[in-house]
Nanobody, 125 residues
């Protein structure tokens, strides 16, 4: 599956953004999907994930209660709604997907086979 991320931009602290990740080329509903982010000088880190439609979403503690991952299988798109943004949320955000991910690996980027190109989110203080 090919992934195309969009929706990044510049926002003030406390604001909101919604990232989108459009997928093409496969039956997206069967894929585990996730968002990761990488800030300058830091390693890529897990943000949020969903293994299958209708199942539990998983979040890093740093975004829990502020970010929401969702998916629209009819549109082959996964979203990341980001509210109450903080300057420390500034990063390049990547969407990822994999058809065979097991639950225990859902937070680990190395197990995701497909990646989007990244979209930059900048939160000003």
């Amino acid at each position: 599956v090919q992934l195309q991320a969009s929706g990044g931009g510049l926002v003030q602290a406390g604001g909101s953004l919604r990232l989108s990740c459009a997928a093409s080329g496969s039956t997206f509903s069967r894929y585990a999907v996730a968002w990761f982010r990488q800030a300058p000088g830091k390693e890529r880190e897990f943000v949020a994930a969903n293994r299958r439609s209708g199942t539990t979403n998983y979040y890093d503690d740093s975004v829990k209660g502020r970010f929401t991952i969702s998916r629209d299988n009819a549109k082959n798109t996964v979203y990341l709604q980001m509210n109450s943004l903080k300057p420390e949320d500034t990063a390049v955000y990547y969407c990822a997907a994999d058809p065979n991910l097991i639950l225990s690996s859902i937070r680990q980027s190395v197990y995701y086979k497909n990646w989007g190109q990244g979209t930059l989110v900048t939160v000003s203080s």
